[in-house]
């Protein structure tokens, strides 16, 4: 089936370090997404790519780092640099906007805590 | 800086229908309206989305005002599968021509046998 995947489904970070997330599609989507979601928030845009080699900053980028060296994958690092990175991590896919109007799909996420 | 207003809980019987408001009256004519729900520690499930015109798919019904002011998710059916927080969200389109979902906080329907 197609989907996406995120890994680890729980991790733990001791303070200070770096942490990488995993994101996989095999959707076939040019575009992908990553969120954070804090308890009994909404979601919000961390960084956006539409392309291989090409991201963007969303709302809340700082302290986070990205790459898109193939178009299935776009991990997520978070950095020491990020105060507060205990959240609950989501990221999706899409279809560009000009091959229509498609949804982005989700991955079931990845819940980050510091020890 | 959410464009949409939901009402934070709704409760529905098991078996009637569940008609979820949204609000986004400051929604640009380009701007689509799509629904999300999430169950607690998954990632968000696409329901519907549309722009100006009424939508129905295999889960749902979208209705739209006129003015475009307002939208209401029916849930023909309620089961208890369908509890979950859901989302009405408006799809933005940025400078770059990239698309961005902007999330509120969401409305907890909780669906009682």
């Known amino acids: 089936d197609g989907g996406i995947t995120q890994s680890p489904k729980y991790l733990f970070r001791k303070e200070g370090q770096n942490v990488t997330l995993s994101c996989e599609q095999n959707?076939?989507?040019?575009?992908m997404y990553w969120y954070r979601q804090d308890p009994g928030q909404g979601l919000r845009l961390i960084y956006y790519s539409q392309i291989v080699n090409d991201f963007q900053k969303g709302d809340i980028a700082e302290g986070y780092s990205v790459s898109r060296e193939k178009k299935e994958s776009f991990p997520l690092t978070v950095t020491s640099a990020q105060k507060n990175p205990t959240a609950f991590y989501l990221c999706a896919s899409s279809l560009p906007i000009h091959r229509g109007n498609q949804p982005q799909h989700f991955g079931d996420g990845t819940r980050l805590s510091i020890l | 800086d959410a464009k949409t207003t939901q009402p934070p809980s709704m409760d529905c019987a098991e078996g009637r229908a569940a008609n979820l408001p949204c609000n986004h009256s400051t929604i640009s004519g380009n701007e689509y309206v799509y629904w999300y729900r999430q169950i607690h520690s998954q990632g968000p499930q696409y329901i519907i989305h549309?722009?100006?015109n009424n939508e129905t798919n295999e889960m749902a019904s979208l209705i739209i005002t006129e003015d475009r002011k307002s939208s209401t998710l029916i849930l023909p059916h309620a089961t208890l599968r369908d509890t979950a927080v859901y989302y009405c969200i408006v799809r933005v389109i940025t400078q770059g021509g990239s698309e961005k979902l902007v999330f509120g906080k969401g409305m907890k329907l909780t669906v009682n046998p």
């Open positions: 959707l076939n989507h040019d575009a």
């Open positions: 549309g722009l100006k």
